[in-house]
């Protein structure tokens, strides 16, 4: 099976700075990563789908990249709204989660 | 407007069992795969079964193989999942999610719209 490993598991931050978020894949897994921000007692919501590809409603500052094994997602200019959980996925595994917290 | 909602969720004892229901709206629900997804307290997400639009297609995953049911019924924009023989390490918030469409190697693809997640507690 192809393992996920997502880092760091928590991250503090400011408002106004940029983060990046990274999954690892044990095998190569091509683009098929996506992203998700969850907030406490709620439903995750889909950011990103195939590595790159912003969804439908995902502000502009949310973006994902990578191929292969390596992939990032990276939120620039930090919103007060962006304080979350965030998972990555590959088929049917998800990563162990990062907490963005305010620094 | 895509919608979601789970229901069917409550206490139940080690060796259980729980039936939990997902009614959808807003789009033609025989064309998109579901799923559902739990999350124990505190813990990250973890996809539990999948069935495709058509059910030629089920998935479990292997914590609930032999255990839990997966099943819809399109006519009616349902989707169930039957868990027997319940155990601890089950508790969470079940979540039912739409598959968007984009189906990898493995027949897997991210999930687009989720419902608000229905609570299963198995304790004595």
């Known amino acids: 099976d192809i393992q996920i490993t997502q880092s760091p598991s928590t991250l503090s931050a400011l408002v106004g700075d940029t983060i990046t978020i990274t999954c690892r894949a044990s095998q190569t897994i091509s683009s098929w990563l996506a992203w998700y921000q969850q907030k406490p007692g709620k439903a995750p919501k889909l950011l990103i789908y195939k590595a790159s590809n912003l969804e439908t409603g995902v502000p502009s500052r949310f973006s994902g990249s990578g191929s292969g094994t390596e992939f990032t997602l990276t939120i620039s200019s930090l919103q007060p709204d962006d304080f979350a959980t965030y998972y990555c996925q590959f088929s049917r595994t998800f990563g162990q989660g990062t907490k963005v917290e305010i620094k | 407007e895509v919608q979601v909602v789970e229901s069917g969720g409550g206490l139940v004892k080690p060796g259980g069992s729980l039936r939990l229901s997902c009614v959808a709206s807003?789009?033609?629900?025989?064309?998109?795969?579901m799923s559902w997804v739990r999350q124990a307290p505190g813990k990250a997400l973890e996809w539990v079964s999948s069935?495709?639009?058509?059910?030629?297609?089920?998935y479990y995953a292997d914590s609930v193989e032999g255990r839990f049911t997966i099943s819809r019924d399109n006519a009616k924009n349902s989707l169930s999942l039957q868990m027997n023989s319940l155990r601890a390490g089950d508790t969470g918030l079940y979540f039912c999610?739409?598959?968007?469409?984009?189906?990898?190697?493995?027949?897997?693809?991210?999930?687009?719209?989720w419902g608000p997640g229905t609570l299963v507690t198995v304790s004595s």
């Open positions: 069935i495709s639009g058509s059910t030629t297609y089920i």
């Open positions: 999610a739409r598959d968007k469409g984009y189906y990898d190697t493995t027949g897997s693809s991210p999930f687009d719209h």
């Open positions: 807003g789009f033609t629900f025989s064309n998109f795969g």
